[in-house]
């Protein structure tokens, strides 16, 4: 089985509660959605994957898609030192449009000894479903309809963060001024309804390097999420103001 890989290099994580960690980043390619402030075309699948020569360094070499697991591992292998890596970030896109070959990859990383971090949109629970048991850590986003126009994905995030939550899981809800505080309320309901423990992260949408959340409004929603959840956290994207990929 074969898949078509953007980039794969290292990093620093930017989002999230896990800011700061180094992680191996692989960029899978597609998406299901096409949300607003997205800063990817997804269409059409990438002839070259870009990976860095030495890690941390930036230079890319391309190698022909779509990789084999085997051409993924050795990659890995290769060019990157498991040691000095926190978790490989198996990122997108949507990485689980690729679940199948993910079923076939990430024990292997795993044996690596390294932890597998899956970045997703918190859409499609079926495949989540096939790869959870070999995940560490899920950073599933939830998106508000009016802010990332895809329409309403309720349904779907609530089935996924049910299966989600036999990983380590926090949710991410990526908010501007525009806003829905409606929506921004159902979101904070549906992650109560499941656990009110679970990690729930405000990032605020990041326009040229400068967050599109004025404080204000986020002290505001982070307050009210916490009357029914017990961490809230308003994180922006650390990797974009350090100028990290
Ligand atoms: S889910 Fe992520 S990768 Fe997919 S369109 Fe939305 S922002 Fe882009």
């Excluded at 960690?21 to 870009?50: E, K, M, P, V």
């Excluded at 926190?86 to 932890?115: F, N």
């Excluded at 986003?141 to 802010?147: E, H, S, V």
Aim: charged share 20%; glycine share 10%; with cysteine.
């Amino acid at each position: 089985m074969r898949a078509s890989v953007r980039e794969i290099f290292s990093s620093v994580q930017g989002e999230g509660p896990y800011v700061g960690i180094r992680q191996i980043f692989i960029r899978f390619d597609g998406c299901n959605l096409s949300c607003r402030y997205c800063d990817t075309a997804w269409s059409g699948a990438a002839g070259h994957c870009r990976v860095e020569a030495v890690p941390g360094r930036g230079h890319l070499l391309e190698v022909a898609n779509p990789l084999s697991g085997q051409d993924l591992l050795g990659i890995l292998q290769n060019r990157f030192n498991a040691g000095g890596h926190h978790s490989v970030s198996i990122t997108g896109g949507e990485p689980l449009v690729h679940a199948e070959y993910l079923a076939g990859l990430l024990p292997a990383i795993r044996q690596m000894g390294l932890k597998v971090y899956l970045e997703t949109n918190g859409t499609l629970y079926a495949q989540l479903g096939r790869v959870i048991g070999m995940v560490d850590t899920v950073a599933m986003d939830i998106k508000l309809p009016g802010t990332a126009g895809c329409g309403s994905l309720w349904e779907k995030h609530s089935h996924f963060l049910t299966i989600a939550r036999q990983a380590q899981v926090f949710v991410k809800i990526v908010i501007d001024d525009q806003s829905d505080i409606g929506e921004f309320k159902r979101a904070v309901d549906l992650v109560c309804g499941l656990d009110p423990s679970i990690t729930t992260v405000i990032q605020p949408v990041t326009k040229k390097g400068r967050c599109a959340l004025s404080p204000e409004r986020g002290l505001e929603l982070q307050s009210m999420a916490l009357k029914v959840l017990k961490d809230v956290r308003i994180i922006p994207q650390a990797h974009v103001m350090m100028s990290q990929r």
